[in-house]
């Protein structure tokens, strides 16, 4: 059994010959959570899946993926140095300002990262806490990249059957809250309302060479308007 028609076609030509029959099925839990337990066992927790997070649909993530596609092609970490800081601000929330690092600028961990302490944000850059401070101390909501196998499990089989889009094999966007003492889980409704809002901004702010700019943006949910500021003088 294989999650997807995809899947099927590729190894069909391999399995039938050999007399393994190969269909696809929409319901391989008992095969996902053999796995996740083997995962568990041997390396630890299981990355959280976004949409099982509360609040948060299906028409979101989707959003939020189509997003990430677009922010990866543009590849932003072209455009601004790696200890940059972008000043973020948004009347759709409540809470803020954040401050945003786009990371990849080294062709390592590719995407961006989101800090509401700027101070903390100004030690982690400049390398003045210890391991176990930057743990303890950081909080910060981000979107990275890597492969399938990268994400949730259940997150990959809703992109296989609802066809969300993904820049390529390596761009599979990882989304994550980090909270104090290295805590992980997925982001709130909100917060992927918020991340998806500055992935669709920060590529526009860094094409328009500008050190302000307020920037229009559709999320899912509705239109909504960011205030983007380079703060390269560690203002």
């Not at 053999?34 to 927790?45: M, S």
């Not at 976004?50 to 455009?79: C, H, K, M, N, Y």
């Not at 909270?179 to 909100?190: C, H, Q, T």
Request: aromatic share 8%.
């Amino acid at each position: 059994q294989v999650a997807s028609d995809r899947e099927r076609e590729i190894l069909s030509p391999y399995l039938e010959p050999l007399g393994v029959e190969c269909v696809a099925s929409s319901d391989l839990r008992h095969i996902r959570r053999l796995v996740g337990e083997l995962a568990d066992h041997l390396g630890g927790p299981r990355r959280p899946a976004i949409i099982d997070s509360p609040g948060v649909t299906l028409a979101q993530v989707g959003s939020l993926f189509e997003a990430a596609a677009l922010f990866f092609r543009a590849r932003p970490w072209r455009q601004i140095a790696g200890d940059s800081i972008i000043r973020v601000a948004s009347e759709r929330f409540d809470s803020g300002p954040w401050y945003a690092v786009v990371m990849g600028q080294s062709g390592l961990e590719q995407g961006f990262a989101l800090y509401e302490d700027i101070e903390l944000l100004h030690s982690l850059l400049d390398g003045s806490l210890s391991e176990g401070e930057s743990a303890r101390r950081t909080s910060a909501l981000s979107v990275t990249y890597g492969e399938a196998f990268d994400i949730a499990a259940q997150d990959f089989d809703a992109a296989e059957e609802h066809g969300w889009t993904v820049a390529g094999p390596d761009a599979y966007p990882c989304v994550l809250r980090v909270n104090p003492g290295m805590a992980v889980r997925s982001p709130l409704k909100w917060e992927l309302e918020l991340l998806e809002g500055c992935v669709r901004a920060i590529p526009d702010f860094l094409g328009r060479s500008l050190d302000k700019a307020e920037i229009s943006v559709s999320l899912s949910s509705a239109p909504s308007t960011f205030v983007l500021e380079r703060l390269d003088d560690g203002g």
